[in-house]
């Protein structure tokens, strides 16, 4: 049902002081005509000329048999796809507004025109797949017309109104929790430490960039704890409340559609026959487990060093002490975990802020890079109306995210840009979704996705492996000079190794916990003891504090709140080794893969083209093959890129007798192993989860 605010509508006035000009308001009228004005498409289609004897007989089976009757004409059907396509542009493109507005404003306004919008959407999706159903689709010759078939006819549906209501007030309800999540301190109190002292005034910080930035740089065991708890005090809970009816209409719009769950749902993207995809990536991750066990090892026994009395030098980690809010990647502790300390690093941020870089000049330099390689500069609507910097005057959803709208190929960017080498590499990796938007772009509007979704994730992190090299830093006059040394690759290699060794079982796990959330076999009441249970088997890492099934710490994660399959980030960190070794090849590299850089090389944009082009319209397995000659992941290219890395932290761990492993099959074993080093001395933490000094 859709609700009118007139007070919202005053507020979004007002708000257009500050936002100009570039504002879009979605086409609501357009939206809400789609049902009633194209319900008799096929029909009209069916039934146009009788003067034919094909269209007599559509004719007939339409207006004279039932819905178990199909339609057999595979000319019917492309032309009913050809207008279907039509319309599908510019509903993709009103919903592209309604996101982008509510994620770089979120008024309560724009919250509600996007549920609203969602809704009518679900409203046009129903209707439309009712009418493609009519078709006798899988018995289709045509292979594209099959396979366009397949993919539009796919996904749940509620059918209930109230149901879909409610999902696109929780769905919508999360985000907004989740947007507008802030940890706050009263008026006299202090952080926890001893040097800081206490606020005059009421101060509360938002994820990006106030308490990342703690986390990322303070190394105050406490004072990382008091920001991690808080933030998951501040949204986790309120989003546990609402998690288990998402999980619940999910699963019953997936099983509407013919699907066990919604965890099937989302794996069968991959194509993989018998729903194979859970056991691909178990196999996969078993391949590469070693190079997580070995990096684990040595992190740990710099953090015992970096935190004396704290961490456990023969069991997990505790999760606040890695530089990153979820201990997803831990490049920002790259201080403490530098292997060769007296050799000078590969990090251009002071080098960045010194050449006074602003947000538009590192993007400038991210889309040069693509350009180099013949592909698409950005276009002109791309500058108009992407946010590339955090506005002051109004809340918005900080979390990096490319956008296609779908239409005139119009691509943006959402980001809170931060003049360092961490958002450098993020913006190539976010424009790298928006050359795939553009490269696809005159697919039809169902193939106008990556090959799999690990696709879309990998290729700007494949072009990112050029940018953190030094030959191409060189390039571009962010490094004086190149180093080689064993000691310096050992060391580059590290860095790297943070963000991507370190993240393989954390891109696993989390949709290895929600499939078995959606399977049921995971309750409510267990949600967060079954999320510290995978992250001590997967990642080795336990919660620095005692956590409750009343916490929800699942939900202090983006994509949870968001409803995004995270298993593509696993995928994509394998594969955009797989992609960069067979560019390199195209560049015509010879030497180690962990110093190639494409930057400037026409043959490995063309073929990099040429596999974006493809966008879903054939089994990704072929797309791979395209520029790889391989049609399976393959993680012998990971291994290869960190052999350098590897060989040395056998090494060295092996001349420090260190534990590969963290040894423990229970969580609770490892927290009263900490108990007596917790809060010693400065913190009590009562039942009612207050801080006490």
């Known amino acids: 049902m859709l609700r009118q605010n007139n007070l919202a509508i005053v507020f979004l006035l007002l708000s257009l002081v500050y936002l100009g000009s570039s504002y879009q308001f979605p086409d609501i009228e357009y939206l809400k005509s789609l049902p009633g004005k194209y319900d008799s498409l096929l029909k009209e289609l ?13 004719c007939e089976i339409y207006m004279l048999s039932d819905d178990d009757t199909l339609l ?13 396509n039509t319309i599908e542009v510019e509903e993709s493109y ?9 994620e770089t404003n979120m008024t309560d306004y724009n919250q509600e025109v996007k549920g609203n919008v969602s809704y009518l959407k679900a409203v046009w999706g129903t209707k439309m797949k009712k009418q493609g159903r009519r078709f006798d689709w899988q018995n289709f010759k045509n292979p594209t017309l099959y396979r366009i078939f397949n993919f539009m006819l796919r996904g749940g549906k509620l059918d209930d109104s109230k149901q879909r209501e409610r999902y696109n007030y929780v769905s919508t309800e999360m985000i907004d929790i989740y947007g507008k999540g802030q940890v706050c301190r009263p008026k006299g109190e202090k952080y926890p430490t001893k040097e800081m002292k206490p606020t005059t005034k009421k101060e509360c910080l938002s994820l990006e960039p106030d308490l990342q930035d703690i986390i990322a740089n303070s190394r105050d065991y406490d004072e990382n704890l008091w920001v991690w708890k808080g933030w998951r005090d501040a949204v986790g809970r309120k989003i546990g409340e609402l998690y288990p009816d998402w999980v619940e209409l999910n699963n019953v719009a997936a099983s509407n559609g013919g699907y066990a769950d919604e965890g099937q749902l989302w794996r069968e993207l991959y194509e993989i026959p018998n729903d194979g995809l859970e056991e691909m990536v178990d196999a996969l991750y078993e391949e590469v487990k070693p190079m997580y066990k070995q990096l684990h090892a040595f992190i740990r026994r710099r953090l015992a060093e970096q935190y004396p009395g704290r961490v456990n030098r023969y069991g997990p980690i505790p999760a606040h002490l890695l530089g990153n809010m979820w201990a997803q990647q831990w490049n920002n502790i790259y201080d403490i975990a530098k292997p060769f300390r007296d050799v000078d690093e590969i990090d251009v941020t002071e080098v960045m802020v010194e050449q006074k870089y602003n947000h538009t000049h590192m993007f400038r330099i991210a889309e040069r890079f693509f350009v180099s390689l013949g592909m698409d500069p950005m276009p002109d609507n791309f500058w108009k109306y992407s946010m590339l910097v955090k506005p002051n005057d109004r809340e918005v959803v900080c979390h990096g995210s490319a956008h296609n709208f779908m239409k005139d190929r119009e691509v943006r960017i959402k980001m809170c840009t931060e003049v360092d080498m961490e958002d450098l590499y993020t913006i190539h990796h976010e424009m790298g979704h ?29 072009i990112a492996l050029s940018v953190v090299t030094p030959n191409y830093l060189h390039k571009i006059n962010l490094m004086d000079t190149i180093t080689r040394s064993k000691e310096a690759t050992i060391n580059y290699q590290m860095k790297i190794a943070l963000s991507k060794i370190a993240f393989l079982p954390f891109g696993l796990m989390i949709d290895k916990w929600r499939w078995q959330v959606f399977r049921g076999n995971i309750k409510p009441e267990d949600y967060n003891d079954k999320w510290w249970e995978y992250r001590l088997k997967y990642q080795g890492l336990v919660p620095p504090i005692a956590r409750s099934s009343k916490d929800f710490d699942p939900g202090a994660k983006y994509h949870i709140p968001s409803g995004t399959p995270y298993i593509r980030y696993f995928v994509s960190f394998l594969i955009q080794f797989q992609f960069h070794r067979a560019l390199c090849k195209e560049a015509g590299f010879e030497g180690p893969l962990h110093e190639c850089n494409i930057y400037e090389s026409k043959e490995a944009g063309n073929a990099l083209k040429e596999m974006l082009s493809y966008g879903m319209s054939q089994p990704w397995t072929d797309t791979l093959e395209v520029l790889t000659g391989k049609r399976k992941i393959d993680s012998s290219a990971i291994k290869e890129y960190f052999a350098p890395l590897m060989e040395w932290l056998e090494k060295e761990n092996a001349q420090n007798n260190e534990q590969i492993g963290w040894g423990m099959n229970k969580i609770e074993d490892e927290l009263e192993l900490l108990a007596e080093k917790l809060w010693e001395d400065e913190y009590q933490y009562n039942e009612e989860r207050e801080w006490w000094y």
């Open 46 to 58: 069916a039934c146009k000329d009788l003067t034919k004897r094909s269209q007599l007989v559509n």
């Open 72 to 84: 057999t004409d595979e000319a019917l059907a492309w032309e009913w796809l050809e207008r279907i």
């Open 94 to 102: 009103q919903g592209a507004i309604a996101t982008w507005n509510y």
């Open 434 to 462: 928006c050359e795939y938007y553009l490269q696809y772009s005159d697919l039809p509007v169902i193939f106008r996705s990556g090959a799999n979704p690990g696709f879309h994730e990998a290729v700007g992190d494949t």
